[in-house]
C-alpha cells in the first residue's frame, strides 16, 4: 500500500517519527497524550504516520505534554543551537495554514518565531497553556481576543499576556499579518496547551 501523498505546504517530513518517539520517551500512550493535546487518538495516530501535518498550535501542544520544544519535535538538535540565525538560514515551515521561521536557537527556554497568518486560517481556535506570550505586529492588522476582550493590533504594535488567560489570534486583513512571537517552553510533561473549540480535525 502506498504512503498518502502530502498535500500542499506540507513540508515537515521530519515531524512524524519524532512525534511517535518523544511520545514514548515521556512515557505516554497515544490515547493520553491525544487526550491532553485535545486530540482524538486517531488523529494524533495519523500525525505519526505521517498522513495528516500538525498545526503549529497543536506542535506547541505536543512540544509541552512531552516536555521539549518545538525544534526537537522538528528533528533539530541541541548541538545544532547557535546564539546567532541568519535570515538565509530561516528555512519556512507551513502547519495549518501559517507560515513560521525559527528566529531563535532550539533547545533554549523560550522559543522565538517570525509568523506569517494567512486571512481566514485557524480563527475558531481557542489557546490556553502555562507560560507567556509576547508577539508583535510587522505587516498587516492581527485581531487578538484576550479573554472576553477584543483587540486591533496594527503595525508597530505588541502584546505581552499570560498564556493562561484564553486567547486567540486571526488576520484582519485579507493580505495576512506578519508578527513576531515569543513564547516560553515549560520543560514539563505536564505542561499542556488546550485548543478548542474545534470544528473537527484541521486539515
Same mark, same amino acid.
Given at each position: *500500500?502506498?504512503?498518502?501523498?502530502?498535500?500542499?505546504?506540507?513540508?515537515?517530513?521530519?515531524?512524524?517519527?519524532? #512525534?511517535?518517539?518523544?511520545?514514548?520517551?515521556?512515557?505516554?500512550?497515544?490515547?493520553?497524550?491525544?487526550?491532553?493535546? %485535545?486530540?482524538?487518538?486517531?488523529?494524533?495516530? !495519523?500525525?505519526?504516520?505521517?498522513? =495528516?501535518?500538525?498545526? #503549529?498550535? *497543536?506542535?506547541?501542544?505536543?512540544?509541552?505534554?512531552?516536555?521539549? $520544544?518545538?525544534?526537537?519535535?522538528? %528533528?533539530? $538538535?541541541?548541538?545544532? !543551537?547557535?546564539?546567532?540565525? =541568519?535570515?538565509?538560514?530561516?528555512?519556512?515551515?507551513?502547519?495549518?495554514?501559517?507560515?513560521?521561521?525559527?528566529?531563535?536557537?532550539?533547545?533554549?527556554? *523560550?522559543?522565538?518565531? =517570525?509568523? !506569517?497568518?494567512?486571512? %481566514?486560517?485557524?480563527?475558531?481556535?481557542? !489557546?490556553? +497553556?502555562?507560560?507567556?506570550?509576547?508577539?508583535?505586529? #510587522?505587516?498587516? =492588522?492581527?485581531?487578538?481576543?484576550?479573554? &472576553?476582550?477584543? +483587540?486591533?493590533?496594527?503595525?508597530? &504594535?505588541?502584546?505581552?499576556?499570560?498564556?493562561? $488567560?484564553? +486567547?486567540?489570534?486571526?488576520?484582519?486583513?485579507?493580505?495576512?499579518?506578519?508578527?513576531?512571537?515569543? +513564547?516560553?517552553?515549560?520543560?514539563?510533561?505536564?505542561?499542556?496547551?488546550?485548543?478548542?473549540?474545534? $470544528?473537527?480535525?484541521?486539515?
Amino acid at each position: *500500500m502506498n504512503a498518502p501523498e502530502p498535500g500542499p505546504g506540507d513540508d515537515l517530513p521530519a515531524v512524524a517519527p519524532q #512525534l511517535r518517539a518523544l511520545r514514548r520517551r515521556a512515557g505516554l500512550t497515544l490515547e493520553a497524550a491525544a487526550r491532553s493535546a %485535545g486530540l482524538s487518538p486517531a488523529h494524533l495516530s !495519523r500525525l505519526e504516520t505521517g498522513q =495528516r501535518q500538525p498545526s #503549529l498550535p *497543536m506542535l506547541l501542544a505536543l512540544a509541552r505534554i512531552y516536555g521539549t $520544544t518545538v525544534s526537537e519535535l522538528l %528533528g533539530e $538538535t541541541v548541538a545544532d !543551537r547557535d546564539a546567532i540565525v =541568519r535570515a538565509a538560514d530561516m528555512e519556512p515551515t507551513r502547519a495549518g495554514g501559517w507560515t513560521y521561521f525559527q528566529a531563535g536557537a532550539p533547545g533554549r527556554g *523560550m522559543q522565538a518565531l =517570525r509568523v !506569517r497568518v494567512p486571512y %481566514g486560517t485557524q480563527g475558531d481556535i481557542v !489557546r490556553v +497553556h502555562p507560560g507567556e506570550e509576547w508577539l508583535y505586529v #510587522l505587516k498587516g =492588522r492581527l485581531g487578538l481576543r484576550l479573554g &472576553d476582550t477584543a +483587540h486591533l493590533l496594527a503595525p508597530g &504594535d505588541s502584546a505581552h499576556f499570560d498564556s493562561l $488567560t484564553p +486567547h486567540r489570534l486571526a488576520a484582519e486583513d485579507h493580505d495576512g499579518v506578519e508578527l513576531l512571537f515569543v +513564547h516560553t517552553l515549560l520543560q514539563s510533561p505536564t505542561a499542556t496547551l488546550c485548543l478548542g473549540p474545534l $470544528t473537527g480535525e484541521l486539515p
